[in-house]
């Protein structure tokens, strides 16, 4: 793989071209269609993934049927390094929700990788470190917010992952549809609908052309990040 595409993932960052070209060698890459299912929760896991391009969602299923999604990856994100680096089944669904381009890399060229590149190491053990701050997050909100909490939280996640800053405000676009916001949010459709309208209602928020905007984007994470 050519080493200009990999020198924009965070996870090779700082490394030299001649490192880059090596690990080149041993990724190959992979193209996922819209809703392809990329990996399965409780398989055994072989290979770990960097997103070229397109946006994948975790999730799990609940005992009573409904899907749960634990974070929605993008460009120079990477997954299915758990089940590797610990032996387990794979600890998550992962599904492609755009056209999605993978890097794929085995599980002995990844091992090998750590190694033989701290560097790649370190700036994994910082992406985990976020994502389980996030999970922290997220489970502060499940546990100790009403409705109106949960969402405006999951909102804040989405705009903190894939917002557009713009003088104040947040743009989001592409947002997830409703049922996956519920899903994220850990509530229903209904209850989506019904506190985005009494959020934009209230000020907080305002819709255009398919996109939600968080008017005032510090005044919104003071009063609903807590
Ligand atoms: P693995 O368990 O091999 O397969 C599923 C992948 O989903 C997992 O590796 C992680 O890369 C990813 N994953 C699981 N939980 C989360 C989470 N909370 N946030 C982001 N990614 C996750």
Redesign the pocket.
Known sequence: MDREVLKGIPLFSELSNKDLEKIGQVASKQRYHKDNLI?IEEEI?ST?FVILSGRVK?SRISDDGREVI??I?SEGD???????LDGQT???N?TAIEESELMVIRREDFLQMLRDYPQIAINLLKELAQ?IR??DEHIKSLSLQDATGRVASTLLRIAEDSGVFRRGQVEISELPLQQDLANMAGTSRETISRVIKSLMVQGYLKKEKGKIIILDYEKFKSIFSR
């Open positions: 990996l896991g770990m975790i634990l974070s990856l990477f997954f299915g390094e758990m089940s590797l794979r600890s998550a992962v994502r996030k999970s």
